[in-house]
Nanobody, 124 residues
Framework: QVQLVESGGGLVQAGGSLTLSCAAS????????MAWLRQAPGKEREFVAA????????VYADSVKGRFTISRDNAANTVFLQMNSLKPEDTAVYYC?????????????????WGQGTQVTVSS
C-alpha cells in the first residue's frame, strides 16, 4: 500500500522558515511527479509546487515563487519543501501528492496518491 508521510510542519513567526518533508513508499518513486498542495481554513485546496524525477524545472504557484523551493532525493524516496519569508497567508495544511501525470498540475483530481497533511501556522 502506498503511503506518503509528511513531517516538518509547525508554528513560525512571519518572516521565518520551515522545511517540510514527505517520505513516500513508492516502489518506483523516481518515475513520479511529486508535489505540494495546501488548504487554508475555509478555502479550497491549491497547488503550491511540483517537481519531476530529474529535479530540473520545478513549477511553482505565483504566490510562493522566490520564497519556496521544492526538491527531491530519489535515493531516499523523499520530497522537500523549503519555505522562506513565510507570511500569515501561508497558514494551511500542506499535503504531499504523487502522480504519473503531465502538466498542468493544479487540479486535485490528477494526483494519484496523497499524504495526510501537516499543519503550518504563520503568526503575524
Amino acid at each position: 500500500q502506498v503511503q506518503l508521510v509528511e513531517s516538518g510542519g509547525g508554528l513560525v513567526q512571519a518572516g521565518g522558515s520551515l522545511t517540510l518533508s514527505c517520505a513516500a513508499s513508492l516502489r518506483t518513486f523516481n518515475t513520479y511527479i511529486m508535489a505540494w498542495l495546501r488548504q487554508a481554513p475555509g478555502k479550497e485546496r491549491e497547488f503550491v509546487a511540483a517537481i519531476n524525477w530529474t529535479g530540473r524545472n520545478p513549477v511553482y504557484a505565483d504566490s510562493v515563487k522566490g520564497r519556496f523551493t521544492i526538491s527531491r532525493d530519489n535515493a531516499a524516496n523523499t520530497v522537500f519543501l523549503q519555505m522562506n519569508s513565510l507570511k500569515p497567508e501561508d497558514t494551511a495544511v500542506y499535503y504531499c501528492a504523487a502522480g504519473l501525470i503531465s502538466m498542468p498540475y493544479e487540479y486535485d483530481s490528477k494526483w494519484q496518491y496523497w499524504g495526510q497533511g501537516t499543519q503550518v501556522t504563520v503568526s503575524s
